[in-house]
């Protein structure tokens, strides 16, 4: 009898092992100085990189720009960060107010945020835009690469940096666009992945400049349900109380 309740208690163990639950874990990364989430920067000027932690999640996120051609191939950028969240200078840009936000003036400015595996449920929110009621469109794209892209380096495309419709082939979805965001407002993006990178629009009304102040994702994990371990703790005491009446008996 003790050998036939080992057995039901390890069955029951398997077939809860099985098929784990999956429970969701958001991150948020608020991306702007001071106060936001806690950061470090590696390197200065052009290709410099910010590292943000929330929880045991963190991002990388990197700068790049396009000349105003959506043809032309990504060059390096300056990636800042300021009070009201992350901003872009591309390479001899003046920094004063407001070239230092994320434009489409000069040229196309890029975010490219690297999470440290894939994600849903991404989104974020913009701290800054030029004018409390100014025009601020903003389009998104979600990834799916290996670690490590860099959009202007020969590893990711053949024959040298990256262009813009090599976006797809490097694991890029389809563009989404938001159409005037307002301040502190999240918005969401369609799609699971590794990568999020974030532009003015590309197309029409060149004059969108704006902060990226919030980040955020979920990732699901495999854990075991508590409806699942009480089940597996009553089927033991059930087994253990049985057991005692027949001793009794």
């Not at 489409?104 to 690297?114: A, P, Q, S, W, Y």
Request: one cysteine or more; proline letters at 4%.
């Amino acid at each position: 009898m003790r050998t036939r309740s080992l057995a039901l208690i390890a069955s029951l163990a398997a077939s809860l092992m099985a098929a784990p639950a999956m429970a969701d874990a958001t991150y948020t990364w608020n991306t702007y100085s001071p106060g936001g989430s806690t950061n470090s920067v590696s390197g200065s000027g052009a290709g410099n990189q910010y590292t943000f932690t929330s929880g045991s999640s963190s991002i990388k996120v990197r700068a790049y720009s396009l000349d105003n051609t959506t043809s032309a191939t990504f060059q390096t950028a300056t990636v800042g960060l300021y009070d009201h969240g992350l901003g872009v200078t591309y390479q001899g840009e003046s920094t004063a107010s407001p070239n230092h936000a994320v434009d489409n003036v000069g040229k196309f400015d890029f975010l490219l945020i690297e999470f440290d595996g894939p994600l849903k449920n991404l989104g974020f929110q913009i701290g800054w835009k030029n004018g409390s009621t100014g025009d601020t469109d903003i389009q998104a794209w979600v990834g799916t690469g290996a670690a490590g892209l860099n959009l202007a380096g020969s590893t990711a495309c053949s024959g040298g940096p990256c262009d813009f419709t090599e976006l797809a082939s490097l694991g890029f979805g389809s563009t989404q666009i938001f159409n005037d965001v307002p301040l502190d407002t999240p918005k969401s993006v369609t799609g699971q992945g590794r990568y999020l990178l974030i532009s003015g629009r590309l197309t029409t009304d060149l004059d969108d400049y704006f902060k990226v102040s919030v980040l955020n994702g979920t990732r699901s994990t495999s854990v075991p349900e508590p409806s699942s371990l009480m089940l597996l703790g009553a089927a033991v005491a059930g087994i253990g109380f049985a057991g005692r009446r027949r001793r009794a008996a």
